[in-house]
Structures are given as structure tokens and as C-alpha cells.
């Protein structure tokens, strides 16, 4: 379960693990109070992912209501760890309910919400800084701006996006080329064998313009886990997924049998069903990190051991075509099939060769 091997982020020098530690469950406040845990409680999840040689950390002012900053700030200080670990917070929701400048992603509320994610964290500077989510009427070049000034008094190291359009993100990055501003390195989007729409345009929108993906909730919430089995419209076993007031995905049937193929994998690698999920997500195209939480130590090493074996090329295969999500509108004249048939008929055209551009690695 070691997480000793590093690389890029998107288009930067940062160098991250491709196991990133999810602190939405630390503390007890606020919207994910139902699932959080103490300090105490995480202590023994954060020095499990640092001891395994993780570095990637990722919160938002959001998580419970604050304490996941506090409590992570004090952890980090605790371990004397702050300059190993890449520190990742998000700004976007509101800390103010009624003031219509204590929310959303213009300049005032990102300069306001870093700076209190900064006292809560205990340091003067994050290392990789996102807009939490789109709040579809700031002009992005107001966000660009903001973040390249952030860069320039030395209070964030990186930019990145979290759950933004394609064309947002795209825009984003354009203007800060055009305009020689800090560029963004990193996308934060759901991610998983049973939400795959985000490979329509911002996986290859991200490899194309330099944003390595970072993938959260590869497990569905718990749903890959093979724990939960359909009793009308909420699953019933053992998780948040069968509480019914945790509002969330309705599970079609494809998403069920899709559980079938899932395990079958598993068994033939004598892995867990949630390690194949997670290792899948994490060896994706323009993926840099699958973003994974725990609620126990124990847990965590599961999740992290999911990187200690390879998927064979023919059980990869079947995951593919079980999960696919097929192209609807206009992205079907992207398939290859059509392509072939309209676009290039009659000749082969690729991007590439392979082994054009090899793989760069110091070990």
C-alpha cells in the first residue's frame, strides 16, 4: 500500500501521489455532519496516508462547515509535515447566508474565503487553490486575474477548477496563456465506473490544455463497493447510500449489473470490488489522482492498496464496455465508427504512433 510514486500535475512541476486523501469527513459540523468524525477519530487516517508516503490532501472551506481546515491544520502542524504535503482548499459556497458577496467565485469572496481558510489551516499559503463550483454569472477572467495576483503575493502556489463546464475551464485556461497569467493545473470532477459523461470533453479538454484530472467519488459513493443490493428507490446495506435522507444519484439498472462485471474482476485478481474501482479511475486517461476518504485507518490502507497490482488489458476491456456511456447529439459523429465511415473512409488516421512521446520516469 505505498504511495512512493509521484507525478505531474496537469501541466506544472507538482508533484503529487495518484492516491489524494479526502478530508470531507473531518469534523463533526455543518452539511456532512451525519458522516464526520472527530479529530481523534482522523488522526489515526491521516498518519496512515502519510506513513504509506502520500502527500496529497485535499479539503474546502465548505467541509463541515469549517472543521475539516481547523482540524487538518492542526494535523499537519502536529506531524511537522506542512511543506511534504501538497495542501489543497476550495472556496465558492457561501459562509454567510444572506450577504450576496459571501458566496459564489468573484474577487471578493475568493480573496475573503482564502484568507479565512488560511487562519483555519494555520498557514500563510495553500499550494493548490480551486473554485469549488461554478456559480454561472462571474466572468472568468475575473477569476484568473484574481488567482494570478494570489500567486504573486505568494498565498497560493497553484490554480486549479472544480466541477465547471468544459468550455469554463477552457476559456479559463486560454485567457491566462493569452495574457501570460498563472495558468490553472488541476480539474476536480466526479469520477467513476458508474459517471464516466466527464470523458466527453473535459478529460480530453484537460490533457489537451495541461489540467490533470483529479477524480472524486470514484467509488459512487460507496455504491462500488458491492455493499449495497436495490430494494426499491433507496439500496439497503450498510452505508449512507440506504439512509433516505441523503439525497444523491437514483441507481438505474445498468448501474446494478454493472456490479456483476465489477466483481468478477475482483475475484479473478483476489482484490475487493472497491480497490478494481479505485485503481481503475486512478489509471485513466488524464487522470492525476483519485481522491479517496475513509472512515477508519484500516479503511484507508484498503484504498490505498488498490495501486499495488496492474488491470490486465482484457479485464480493463470488460470494465470498458460494461460501464461505457454512449455518445448522444453531436458527439457521435466523434466515435471513431463514424469518423471512419463519413470523415476518413477507405484510410487509417491516427493522432500518434505509439511510443511517440515514452513515458518519463526516474525509477
Do not use: C
Not at 469520477?191 to 484537460?206: A, D, K, N
Not at 447529439?329 to 491516427?350: C, H, I, L
Amino acid at each position: 500500500m505505498a504511495l512512493d510514486q509521484y507525478y505531474l500535475l496537469g501541466r506544472s512541476g507538482l508533484r503529487v501521489s495518484r492516491i489524494a486523501l479526502g478530508t470531507m469527513n473531518f469534523g463533526t459540523g455543518g452539511f456532512h455532519a451525519a458522516y464526520g468524525k472527530t479529530e481523534d477519530e482522523v488522526r489515526p487516517i491521516f498518519r496512515a496516508y502519510l506513513d504509506a508516503g502520500g502527500n496529497f490532501v485535499d479539503t474546502a472551506d465548505f467541509y463541515t462547515a469549517g472543521e475539516s481546515e481547523t482540524i487538518l491544520g492542526r494535523l499537519i502542524a502536529e506531524a511537522k509535515v506542512r511543506d511534504r504535503v501538497v495542501l489543497t482548499t476550495k472556496y465558492t459556497n457561501s459562509v454567510d447566508p444572506g450577504d450576496p458577496n459571501a458566496g459564489g467565485n468573484g474577487r471578493k469572496h475568493l480573496i475573503r474565503a482564502l484568507e479565512a481558510s488560511l487562519r483555519r489551516l494555520g498557514t500563510d499559503h495553500v499550494d493548490l487553490f480551486l473554485l469549488h463550483t461554478w456559480d454561472r454569472v462571474t466572468p472568468v477572467e475575473e477569476v484568473m486575474r484574481t488567482f494570478d495576483d494570489l500567486v504573486r503575493a505568494g498565498k497560493i502556489r497553484y490554480a486549479g477548477l472544480s466541477d465547471v463546464p468544459a468550455w469554463y475551464a477552457a476559456r479559463a485556461q486560454s485567457f491566462a496563456e493569452a495574457n501570460a497569467l498563472t495558468p490553472v493545473v488541476n480539474l476536480q470532477l466526479p469520477y467513476s465506473l458508474v459517471e464516466r459523461t466527464i470523458e466527453t470533453e473535459h478529460v480530453p479538454m484537460g490533457r489537451h490544455l495541461g489540467l490533470g484530472v483529479t477524480a472524486w467519488s470514484p467509488l459512487a459513493g460507496g455504491f462500488l463497493t458491492g455493499k449495497y443490493r436495490p430494494t426499491g428507490e433507496t439500496p439497503s446495506g450498510e452505508g449512507r447510500l440506504s439512509d433516505p435522507g441523503n439525497a444523491g444519484k437514483s441507481w438505474t439498472d445498468r448501474d446494478w449489473a454493472l456490479l456483476k462485471p465489477l466483481e468478477k474482476v475482483a475475484d479473478e485478481l483476489g482484490v475487493t470490488m472497491a480497490q478494481v474501482a479505485i485503481n481503475w479511475v486512478a489509471t485513466q486517461p488524464g487522470v492525476a489522482a483519485a481522491i479517496v476518504g475513509a472512515s477508519s485507518a484500516e479503511q484507508l490502507g484498503k484504498s490505498m492498496a488498490a495501486l499495488d497490482f496492474e488491470l490486465p488489458p482484457d479485464l480493463r476491456a470488460l470494465l470498458d464496455e460494461a460501464s461505457a456511456v454512449p455518445p448522444e447529439s453531436v458527439y457521435r459523429m466523434f466515435t471513431a465508427e463514424y469518423q471512419n465511415w463519413v470523415v476518413s473512409p477507405g484510410v487509417k488516421v491516427g493522432d500518434k504512433p505509439v511510443g511517440y512521446a515514452p513515458e518519463v520516469r526516474n525509477w
